[in-house]
């Protein structure tokens, strides 16, 4: 089992051009997440999908969207990138309350 | 509403000496709590879960943590640090479905 899978690990965006960050699970869980870690702050949720076909907004989740194309995977796309987007993108599942986390994408937006 | 408080940003031991990570939460409901470890430039991994069941909670290498509800507090404590224990570590809180918050963090420092 490859767990939470996450693409890219990293990149570079200049301001105002598009992204779609890749998640994939293979661990059957329902729910999935998309979370960004900034420095001094923790995790912030930036959306949620409970279910396949179902998504909902988190804390942050202003200039983001996101798809849940089927139970496996879930994406998060930034439309126009800002220089407040830069950050490390966590996805997560979840079975019985426990979060498995990838391994994160790092995201530089100048 | 839920939230969590940790109360040291950066904490230093020596190793072999016991670790003591401090957490405080604020919830409704009767909350599910977790601590989280992250290696640098890794995911987070789970180190133990409180889920209303025995308030002594043990986890993966050594780490313990107790609930304690009339003090709102679910501290994580190691008796003896290992250089490998090194990393940041987050106390979560959880009593909705689909929502977790996350604490900022502590860096443990473990000097030799």
């Known amino acids: 089992n490859a767990g939470v899978t996450q693409t890219p690990k990293f990149q570079v965006l200049k301001t105002g051009q598009s992204m779609t960050l890749q998640c994939a699970q293979d661990?059957?869980?329902?729910?999935m997440y998309w979370y960004r870690q900034d420095p001094g702050m923790g995790l912030r949720l930036i959306y949620y999908?409970?279910?396949?076909?179902?998504?909902d907004k988190g804390e942050v989740p202003n200039g983001y969207n996101v798809s849940r194309l089927n139970k496996r995977e879930f994406s998060l796309r930034l439309e126009s990138a800002a220089p407040s987007q830069t950050s490390v993108y966590f996805c997560?599942?979840?079975?019985?309350?426990?979060?498995?986390f990838g391994p994160g994408t790092r995201l530089t937006v100048t | 509403a839920q939230s969590v408080t940790q109360l040291d940003s950066h904490v230093s031991v020596s190793e072999g000496t016991p670790v003591l990570l401090r957490c405080n939460y604020s919830?409704?409901?009767?909350?599910?709590l977790f601590w989280y470890v992250q290696h640098p430039n890794k995911g987070l991994q789970l180190l133990l879960k409180?889920?209303?069941?025995?308030?002594l909670v043990k986890g993966i290498n050594g780490f313990e943590a107790e609930f304690k509800k009339s003090e709102t507090s679910f501290h994580l404590t190691k008796p003896s640090a290992h250089m490998s224990d090194a990393a940041e570590y987050f106390c979560?809180?959880?009593?909705?479905?689909?929502?977790?918050?996350f604490g900022t963090g502590t860096r443990l420092k473990v000097l030799a």
């Open positions: 997560a599942s979840t079975l019985s309350y426990e979060q498995y």
């Open positions: 999908s409970a279910s396949e076909g179902t998504t």
């Open positions: 979560v809180v959880s009593d909705q479905p689909y929502k977790y918050i």
């Open positions: 919830s409704s409901y009767s909350p599910s």
């Open positions: 409180y889920t209303s069941a025995a308030t």
């Open positions: 661990m059957n869980h329902n729910s």
